[in-house]
T-cell receptor, first 112, second 115 residues
């Protein structure tokens, strides 16, 4: 059964450094999302992406964040200058339509 | 904006008993309500969903009910098994102008099924 995959599973970085989180959505899906989950809190929406552009972004998704689909398979989230409060699990999701969303296993980002 | 509240935060049941998790939402325009199961170290897994034109949906031991008037929906798990132990999240699909539905999640319920 096709799955969303994410790399790395765990990323440790120093505050102020740039990180890129990578996702490979399910191949025939058209909608892509990033969510994050701070330890013990709700899963929060960050951004949605469709037709090679951002469809919607949350207040969390400020100028430090960007997304890209550089080729036909990868979907990346970049954080330019990480802050301590960026430490969280980051989940990529994809959807064939704008309903069912299938999540990847997540990347745990630790900012020191 | 949309807000989803989920109760209880923890639920412990004996194997074979039923478990019920309840969620309320604030945006009456929401029209899609998925439930996710998250096991330790894994991402949320879609287990069942319901659309606003349906009042109830069942898939084997799992059922979801929706009351649009009251703006609440519930997950029912019957004949619980130890492997049902996980964190369960409800979510509601908001309707942004862009028409790509971000999900608003509840706080999660940690279900423990005791053998």
């Amino acid at each position: 059964e096709p799955e969303v995959t994410q790399t790395p599973s765990h990323q440790v970085t120093q505050m102020g450094q740039e990180v890129i989180l990578r996702c490979v959505p399910i191949s025939n899906h058209l909608y892509f999302y990033w969510y994050r989950q701070i330890l013990g809190q709700k899963v929060e929406f960050l951004v949605s992406f469709y037709n090679n552009e951002i469809s919607e972004k949350s207040e969390i998704f400020d100028d430090q964040f960007s997304v890209e689909r550089p080729d036909g398979s990868n979907f990346t989230l970049k954080i330019r200058s990480t802050k301590l409060e960026d430490s969280a699990m980051y989940f990529c999701a994809s959807s064939p339509s704008d309903n069912e969303q299938f999540f990847g296993p997540g990347t745990r980002l630790t900012v020191l | 904006g949309e807000n989803v509240e989920q109760h209880p935060s923890t639920l412990s049941v004996q194997e074979g008993d039923s478990a019920v998790i309840k969620c309320t939402y604030s945006d009456s325009a929401s029209n899609y309500f998925p439930w996710y199961k998250q096991e330790l170290g894994k991402g949320p897994q879609l287990i069942i969903d319901i659309r606003s034109n349906v009042g109830e949906k069942k898939d084997q031991r799992i059922a979801v009910t929706l009351n649009k008037t009251a703006k609440h929906f519930s997950l029912h798990i019957t004949e619980t098994q130890p492997e049902d132990s996980a964190v369960y999240f409800c979510a509601a699909r908001a309707l942004p102008s862009s028409n790509t539905g971000k999900l608003i999640f509840g706080q999660g319920t940690t279900l423990q099924v005791k053998p």
